[in-house]
């Protein structure tokens, strides 16, 4: 199937439906592909019903009130829509481009607008044994419904935008809330997260940092609680690790310990030699037992460096490994 169009829109997201309205303006017509199945984007699928403050002019809005808003400021352009296609393929043809999309429908069009945001959204799903079998019921990748939380006890998992708003919009009205991010810096907005960090300050917010979700604890099909595993700062894993990681975790730990042994043996046999060298050429010129000696504490330089990048490695290979494995940013 062709479809000739003056100009084809790439995301149905705030972004997307607003250059409907500008090509609206100047009388060109346009149709708008998107992956998802609703028009809308994030604001739609994530969260409809939070409170949204940097809209210009408008002082608050729900996500669900401003796609709203621009559905009817772009209705009287009758634009129309492709939901539910991701664009697989986008080339330029004929003067102008040739879009393809999954559900084999085919554009040719004279302009082309990528208003895709991050690109076609994907949650980022659990990989737990029986995490399937729970979503929808105990496990949420999105909120459309703010009171289905309400007095439960909630587990956040992640440290973005949308993590932080949610704790901070659900906290209220939340039996409890945990927030559990596998680092300790964040990528939501800085108000945002001084604003959560006040709020656990205060009690009213668990916040755990550096820790990844292992398992999920289950009783007669309802999820009780979360197995996580936590990294400290000496690189060792708590009494909440799964075993498998924190078999590597001491097993790093003994190789940084024998690392470190074997640097200070050689080491202090470094410094040895460079005494000697020092007495034994203090009689000669001063330049030449200067040199001597700025030689051997460059050797002893390089081997210190040259083991510690080795036991960074270690660790970073392990919990890169872990990261790809457990990681729910």
Request: with cysteine; glycine share 10%; hydrophobic share 40%.
């Amino acid at each position: 199937m062709v479809i000739q169009t003056d100009a084809l829109i790439i995301g149905a997201g705030p972004c997307g439906l607003f250059q409907v309205f500008e090509l609206g303006l100047l009388g060109i017509k346009a149709d708008i592909v998107d992956s998802l199945p609703a028009a809308g984007g994030q604001c739609t699928w994530l969260y409809p019903d939070k409170p949204i403050y940097d809209i210009p002019a408008v002082p608050v809005c729900t996500g669900a009130g401003l796609v709203a808003n621009l559905m009817t400021q772009i209705e009287p352009f009758k634009p129309s829509f492709h939901l539910g296609e991701e664009v697989v393929a986008l080339e330029p043809f004929e003067g102008g481009f040739r879009v393809k999309t999954a559900a084999a429908k085919e554009f040719h069009a004279k302009t082309v607008f990528i208003a895709g945001g991050v690109g076609s959204f994907q949650p980022r799903k659990l990989h737990l044994d029986g995490a399937d079998a729970l979503e929808e019921r105990f496990i949420h990748y999105r909120v459309q419904d703010p009171a289905l939380f309400k007095g439960k006890r909630l587990a956040i998992l992640g440290g973005g935008d949308s993590a932080l708003d949610w704790a901070l919009a659900l906290g209220a009205d939340a039996a409890a809330i945990t927030l559990i991010h596998r680092r300790d810096d964040y990528r939501a907005a800085p108000a945002s997260v001084a604003q959560l960090k006040s709020r656990a300050a205060s009690g009213a917010v668990e916040i755990i940092e550096s820790a990844n979700a292992t398992a999920l604890r289950c009783d007669g099909g309802r999820l009780t609680g979360l197995g996580k595993c936590r990294r400290h700062a000496e690189n060792r894993c708590s009494t909440a690790c799964c075993a498998y990681r924190r078999h590597h975790c001491q097993n790093a730990c003994k190789k940084s310990q024998r690392h470190q042994q074997c640097h200070s043996f050689l080491g202090y046999t470094f410094h040895a030699i460079v005494s000697f060298f020092s007495s034994q050429f203090s009689g000669i010129h001063t330049r030449v037992a200067g040199a001597i000696n700025a030689i051997m504490m460059a050797l002893v330089c390089i081997y210190t460096l040259s083991r510690t990048n080795e036991k960074l490695r270690v660790f970073a290979h392990i919990f890169d490994n872990e990261t790809r494995s457990h990681g729910n940013d």
